[in-house]
Nanobody, 124 residues
Framework: QVQLVESGGGLVQAGGSLRLSCAAS????????MGWFRQAPGKEREIVAA????????RFVDSVKGRFTISRDNAKNTVYLQINGLKPEDTAVYYC?????????????????WGQGTQVTVSS
């Protein structure tokens, strides 16, 4: 079992930045990959970024490359999503998820545990 708690969302103006955090507890944090997903109103949940157990291997959806950074601190059992250059289309609920495998995964089906989500709203 893994419990995940996200924080750091909020209302920001376009061009601004946020850092989302996801604190994990339960299973040994350094044994599984992590991912950040988002879901906008009326849209499917989509992968935003993911990384492997070490943090050295990462993946990003094309729409956020160059603006988003994913990282993890295994000593603190926390994964981060640094979001820069926010756009109104980034508005969504952001979820972190714990993967079934140690490697980086981009399919939602490869994730077994999900946080409750944190709202990010970008005003134009």
């Amino acid at each position: 079992q893994v419990q995940l708690v996200e924080s750091g969302g909020g209302l920001v103006q376009a061009g601004g930045s946020l850092r989302l955090s996801c604190a994990a507890s339960g299973r040994t944090f350094s044994t599984y990959g992590m991912g950040w997903f988002r879901q906008a109103p009326g849209k499917e949940r989509e992968i935003v970024a993911a990384l492997d157990w070490s943090g050295h291997s990462t993946r990003f959806v094309d729409s956020v490359k160059g603006r988003f950074t994913i990282s993890r601190d295994n000593a603190k059992n926390t994964v981060y999503l640094q979001i820069n250059g926010l756009k109104p289309e980034d508005t969504a609920v952001y979820y972190c998820a714990a993967g079934r495998y140690a490697t980086v995964q981009v399919q939602a089906s490869a994730y077994d545990y999900w946080g409750q989500g944190t709202q990010v709203t970008v005003s134009s």
